[in-house]
T-cell receptor, first 113, second 113 residues
Framework: DTAVSQTPKYLVTQMGNDKSIKCEQNLGHDTMYWYKQDSKKFLKIMFSYNNKELIINETVPNRFSPKSPDKAHLNLHINSLELGDSAVYFC????????????FGQGTRLTVV | GNSVTQMEGPVTLSEEAFLTINCTYTATGYPSLFWYVQYPGEGLQLLLKATKADDKGSNKGFEATYRKETTSFHLEKGSVQVSDSAVYFCALSEINTGNQFYFGTGTSLTVIP
């Protein structure tokens, strides 16, 4: 059983399109995250949800909108895709703030052409 | 604020060499500290962790000790293998930051036979 699964693994799309990335965790965790990893491997937090409530919303273009239908799912919708959105997007989850760490999905490599 | 600083890479070592990857942190409270590993094309995996001062985290031959006096959490391994080639991330989480994890910039390690 995959703990944190996200789909799709690869996404190639044209500029201006709208796309979604889905994430599900079966660990029973209360908190879920979206991170963006750039070509230099730098990880940037985008959003954090705790029990379906938005906790962290970093400086991210409002073209990016997270949706959490329940605490096991956190999807990421991106409108009007731009070339600069090309990156690897990671979903993660954690149970509490200390001791156990966060569990990451395999990543979605988004390429905007 | 909270932040993590890692030594810059890339690091290239011969098999069986000793590895140290430096990590220092800044935190407003009492953070938990983590090392994550990312193998090519995969998500981040929790390698080891420590939740309080003087704790030593260890896994797969890797070790790191939580040093509050020097605000450090350096990763070490006595004898690296080719299979250890990956990107290593130091991270912290802290109660005052709402379950957010702060990551260092990552250090790429290549082990050559």
């Amino acid at each position: 059983d995959t703990a944190v699964s996200q789909t799709p693994k690869y996404l190639v799309t044209q500029m201006g399109n709208d796309k979604s990335i889905k994430c599900e965790q079966n660990l029973g965790h209360d908190t879920m995250y979206w991170y963006k990893q750039d070509s230099k491997k730098f990880l940037k937090i985008m959003f954090s949800y705790n029990n379906k409530e938005l906790i962290i919303n970093e400086t991210v273009p409002n073209r990016f909108s997270p949706k959490s239908p329940d605490k096991a799912h956190l999807n990421l919708h991106i409108n009007s895709l731009e070339l600069g959105d090309s990156a690897v997007y990671f979903c993660a989850s954690s149970q509490d703030f200390r001791g156990r760490g966060a569990f990451f999905g395999q990543g979605t490599r988004l390429t905007v052409v | 604020g909270n932040s993590v600083t890692q030594m810059e890479g890339p690091v290239t070592l011969s098999e069986e060499a000793f590895l140290t990857i430096n990590c220092t942190y800044t935190a407003t409270g009492y953070p938990s500290l983590f090392w994550y590993v990312q193998y090519p094309g995969e998500g981040l995996q929790l390698l080891l962790k420590a939740t309080k001062a003087d704790d030593k985290g260890s896994n797969k031959g890797f070790e790191a000790t939580y040093r509050k006096e020097t605000t450090s959490f350096h990763l070490e391994k006595g004898s690296v293998q080719v299979s250890d080639s990956a990107v290593y991330f130091c991270a912290l989480s802290e109660i005052n930051t709402g379950n957010q994890f702060y990551f260092g910039t990552g250090t790429s390690l290549t082990v050559i036979p």
